[in-house]
């Protein structure tokens, strides 16, 4: 069979008819990944891969099953098709499985406009391994980094297509350019490390690796020598690098998965105030050149900008088909999946409204209190919300950072962080989720 991603979804949707499915829709994905790493200055690794995933989901009455191969071949398609029956008709019913009615989805998409993929050429090895070994020295040049763990560069294009029995069919491609760099200072026992990382979609937009390299080992350093916190009650800034994490936690909770469950500590929430007033998360898809940004979801309805909490009140939950149906409500265009499962809610690129002042300003507002650079591990509560985790990062007195700490624990319950924070005015354009530093009201820290 040609090797056409739109052929091939096109020929397991057929397949999937022919073999007895009610409704089929089927993802193809092509993809191809370098990635090259860099120690004491030599090639440390190098590696490429290339290949063609396909998934296919069946639906048959209320019932649905998914398989997912490696091979096109048409026999490898039809195989697939029976077995997929096959499953489906031994599935559970479900009567929240189908496809969207064909009005519901999307048409007339702009792609050019999203900027996915960089239509520059596919980057060589050497090129490649010269970004990590320039990362790499611009770390080992800052004054106290004693060595550098690892210095990467990589590069990712991927192509999908979509086809459904309902007639929808579409696909986008998308790349990715990336550099890293992790940086330690002091020996032994008084090793502390950092690392800095840059992505984007284009590669003439990602920073010069020496600039990464560089911001790897500053942050090494900045951690040398660090204390633990005093335990008790005190505000905490979250940095923009983990700030994300928090708002990553109400969307988990608003997700029309765990609502359907009953397991969310934001299911009574829906018209409630989550936010202070004024501040409002978009959920914006169409931001170009951004890796989350996409036309349309995984089952083919049209993506757009919609209000997830809008000035500080809760307005809807993130839902697939499926979800929906459950709640009686409608899709709010977020399914995404795998070549080998079903359809799920999910959230890409959002916004949360900034401050009007920078981290610093954050800072001297607080006074005494800590500012977190990094996570570790976490025990969150999904149904109550209750948030506790390790931390590392700076103590501030008198408004300024004085010292590195480590060794701590900051624990709370996320609703109430969340109608407390402060943001800062820090959001870095590039990221797919625009949140700022966040100042949140006292926290237990758990230190010495």
């Not at 098709?81 to 096959?86: D, F, G, I, L």
């Not at 209750?386 to 060794?407: C, K, L, M, T």
Request: aromatic residues 4%; charged residues 25%.
């Amino acid at each position: 069979m040609k090797n056409n991603l739109e052929s091939i979804a096109a020929a397991l949707v057929e397949v999937a008819r022919k073999a007895g499915a009610d409704q089929a829709d089927a993802l193809a994905v092509e993809g191809t990944s370098i990635g090259i790493d860099v120690l004491n200055g030599k090639l440390e690794a190098a590696e490429r891969s290339e290949g063609i995933d396909v998934g296919l989901r069946v639906i048959v009455g209320n019932r649905q099953a998914c398989v997912s191969a490696s091979d096109t071949a048409g026999e490898t398609l039809r195989q697939m098709a029976e077995r997929a029956v096959a499953m489906a008709r031994e599935a559970p019913e479900d009567p929240s499985v189908g496809l969207a009615a064909p009005e519901e989805l999307a048409h007339d998409w702009d792609l050019a406009a999203l900027e996915l993929e960089d239509p520059t050429a596919e980057p060589d090895p050497a090129t490649l391994e010269e970004d990590a070994r320039r990362a790499e020295a611009a770390a080992l040049s800052v004054g106290g980094v004693t060595k550098v763990q690892s210095a990467s560069a990589s590069y990712g294009r991927q192509r999908l297509h979509l086809c459904a029995s309902n007639g929808f069919s579409g696909g986008y491609a998308r790349t990715s350019r990336s550099v890293s760099c992790v940086a330690i200072t002091g020996e032994g026992l008084g090793m502390e490390r950092d690392f800095a990382a840059e992505s984007r979609v284009f590669q003439a937009d990602l920073p010069a690796p020496e600039d990464v390299g560089r911001e790897a080992g500053e942050r090494a350093v900045a951690r040398r020598d660090p204390r633990r916190p005093p335990t008790g009650r005190f505000p905490v800034v979250f940095d923009e690098r983990v700030a994300a994490t928090l708002i990553g936690h109400l969307l988990s909770a608003v997700n029309g998965t765990a609502i359907v469950r009953g397991a969310s500590w934001a299911r009574d929430l829906l018209g409630k105030t989550v936010l202070p007033e004024g501040i409002s998360l978009y959920e914006e898809p169409h931001r170009p050149r951004i890796p989350a940004s996409r036309p349309f979801d995984a089952e083919g309805l049209a993506t757009r900008r919609r209000a997830i909490v809008e000035d500080g009140i809760l307005t809807g939950w993130t839902l697939d088909l499926s979800t929906a149906r459950r709640l009686g409500l409608e899709s709010t265009a977020n399914a995404v999946r795998s070549t080998g499962s079903p359809p799920s809610p999910g959230v890409g690129n959002v916004t949360l409204t900034p401050g009007e002042h920078d981290r610093e300003a954050l800072l001297r507002e607080i006074g005494e209190g800590l500012l977190v650079t990094s996570l570790i591990g976490s025990t969150i509560n999904p149904t109550t919300g209750d948030y506790s985790r390790g931390a590392a990062g700076f103590w501030i007195e008198g408004g300024e950072i004085r010292h590195p700490v480590n060794e701590l624990t900051i624990a709370g319950n996320l609703l109430e962080m969340l109608r407390s924070i402060t943001p800062a005015n820090d959001a870095r354009p590039h990221k797919s989720r625009l949140v700022p530093s966040l100042a949140v009201e006292g926290l237990t820290i758990a230190g010495d």
